[in-house]
């Protein structure tokens, strides 16, 4: 059984950090063979891709958080992660951890990733 669960999320003012994390287990082949996908949805709005990286540590960011997101992951602990800096009240959502067996959607950062995670809520005051 897949299972993905992000932790990390929270209130913070305009400027501040967060450090997001998504912890894996039971994914086909195993959590390093699978790219990994951050997306965030807020209210009212489509689920968007903001960040992905690949099974050899490619990334792909979001035009909207480049230079202020960082998605990294530790195979040996089954957990991605996304370092949020510089929030903006734009950046509240609900941020979601995906995983898939494809690689191509690590290039693609579009919606069809094969497992989700319940997300984990981020909102950004001023």
């Known amino acids: 059984q897949v299972q993905l669960a992000e932790s990390g999320g929270g209130s913070v003012q305009a400027g501040g950090s967060l450090r997001l994390s998504c912890a894996a287990s039971?994914?086909?082949?195993?959590?390093?063979?699978?790219?990994m996908g951050w997306f965030r949805q807020a209210p009212g709005k489509e689920r968007e891709g903001v960040a992905s990286?690949?099974?050899?540590?490619?990334?792909k960011y979001a035009d909207s958080v480049k230079g202020r997101f960082t998605v990294s992951r530790d195979n040996a602990k089954n957990t991605l992660y996304l370092q949020i800096n510089m929030l903006k009240p734009e950046d509240t959502a609900m941020y979601y951890c995906?995983?898939?067996?494809?690689?191509?959607?690590?290039?693609?950062?579009?919606?069809?990733?094969?497992?989700w995670g319940q997300g984990t809520q981020v909102t950004v005051s001023l």
């Open positions: 990286i690949d099974r050899a540590g490619s990334t």
């Open positions: 995906a995983a898939a067996l494809s690689q191509l959607r690590c290039l693609t950062l579009g919606p069809a990733f094969d497992y």
């Open positions: 039971g994914l086909p082949y195993g959590f390093s063979s699978n790219c």
